[in-house]
């Protein structure tokens, strides 16, 4: 019988989605413009609120281990969900009080890979520049995608 090889361990689809999801983790963060300009408006919220999954669930498990609470973890677990959404209500409201045309949908796709950040953002410091380039990044794209008709 033949030994099994170390990557027949992982399951299928993981190597795949693992690199697919970090080629888009460097696209936002090395090209955003290029990555937001090329970023559909529409066709579903499963992939940039999978996107955003993954993300955070990344700086939660780091947040935890690097500051030893479970009490962060879980807070960060309830609040970074919760304030995508907010954020993105917020956005978009504002958007639409002074004239904007871009939907719910759009808006919160850029927010969600905008969420590429949070990768980086368990480490002290670093997460301060990342809350600061994340915003910036998408700022223009935002407002492109809000905006549009």
């Known amino acids: 019988m033949q030994e099994p090889t170390p990557t027949s361990k992982v399951p299928p689809g993981v190597t795949e989605f693992a690199t697919g999801y970090f080629s888009q983790v460097k696209s936002v963060i090395l090209n955003p413009r290029e990555f937001f300009d090329s970023m559909p408006t529409t066709g579903g919220l499963y992939e940039p609120l999978k996107f955003f999954a993954v993300a955070m669930s990344i700086d939660v498990v780091m947040s935890s281990i690097t500051s030893m609470s479970l009490w962060v973890a879980?807070?960060?677990?309830?609040?970074?969900?919760?304030?995508?959404?907010?954020?993105?209500?917020?956005?978009?409201?504002?958007?639409?009080?002074?004239?904007?045309?871009?939907?719910?949908?759009?808006?919160?796709?850029?927010?969600?890979?905008?969420?590429?950040?949070?990768?980086?953002?368990?480490?002290?410091?670093?997460?301060?520049?990342?809350?600061?380039?994340?915003?910036?990044?998408?700022?223009?794209?935002?407002?492109?995608?809000l905006c549009s008709d």
């Open 74 to 145: 879980l807070t960060k677990l309830i609040l970074l969900p919760i304030g995508l959404i907010l954020i993105v209500l917020l956005a978009n409201f504002l958007a639409q009080m002074m004239g904007g045309k871009g939907q719910f949908e759009a808006t919160m796709r850029v927010y969600a890979y905008s969420s590429a950040t949070l990768l980086v953002g368990w480490i002290p410091i670093i997460n301060f520049l990342a809350a600061l380039y994340g915003s910036d990044s998408a700022s223009p794209q935002l407002t492109t995608k």
